[in-house]
């Protein structure tokens, strides 16, 4: 979702959502707010991490390969 789109629905500017991107921490009301915002947990957005993105996408492309031609 880009930075203006997050904006809109949050109520706030893009200079908010960018320093939301920057924080190192977020109170617990404004990291539900931006779950809410973006349909995922709070766990989600605190236990992210680049690495599990990429290992997921690799695993599924990988078990999507291994299945040969679907049908036949």
């Known amino acids: ?13 893009e200079q908010s959502v960018l320093h939301i991107e920057q924080s190192e921490t977020l109170n617990d009301a404004k990291l539900e707010e931006v779950a809410k915002v973006l349909d995922v947990t709070k766990e989600a957005i605190v236990n992210f991490s680049d690495e599990a993105v ?19």
């Open 1 to 13: 979702m880009k930075q203006e789109a997050l904006a809109h629905e949050l109520g706030n500017s």
């Open 54 to 72: 990429f290992n997921y996408f690799n695993s599924f492309s990988d078990n999507s390969v291994n299945q040969g031609l679907i049908g036949a």
